[in-house]
């Protein structure tokens, strides 16, 4: 599977931007997708996933709330809508991919990555 991260940008602290995440190479729907960011000098960490069916939906504690992810399974892409952004949200984002159906944050059971987008938020 190949990933196509875009739709990053600077933004001011209290905006919305959404990300986009392109996939092709193989068949989507056997795939949950993820959102991971990382941070300058932080470790990549878990911002969202969404199921292949795309009826469960997992968020990690900061961005639960303002971010929302949502797939089209016929357009083989995945989003993350993010609202009321805030500098701390300053970071790559990286769509990812993987044939799991548990530990939806573990960043080593996604197997594709695409290659990052950036998002700046100021304050």
């Known amino acids: 599977v190949q990933l196509q991260a875009s739709g990053g940008g600077l933004v001011q602290a209290g905006d919305s931007l959404r990300l986009s995440c392109a996939a092709s190479?193989?068949?989507?729907?056997?795939?949950?997708m993820g959102w991971f960011r990382q941070a300058p000098w932080k470790e990549r960490e878990f911002v969202a996933a969404?199921?292949?069916?795309?009826?469960?939906?997992y968020y990690a504690d900061s961005v639960k709330g303002r971010f929302t992810i949502s797939r089209d399974n016929a357009k083989n892409t995945v989003y993350l809508q993010m609202n009321s952004l805030k500098p701390d949200d300053t970071a790559v984002y990286y769509c990812?991919?993987?044939?799991?159906?548990?530990?939806?944050?573990?960043?080593?059971?996604?197997?594709?990555w695409g290659q990052g987008t950036l998002v700046t938020v100021s304050s």
């Open positions: 990812a991919a993987g044939r799991l159906r548990a530990q939806y944050s573990a960043t080593n059971l996604y197997d594709y």
């Open positions: 190479g193989s068949t989507f729907i056997w795939y949950t």
């Open positions: 969404i199921t292949w069916r795309g009826d469960t939906t």
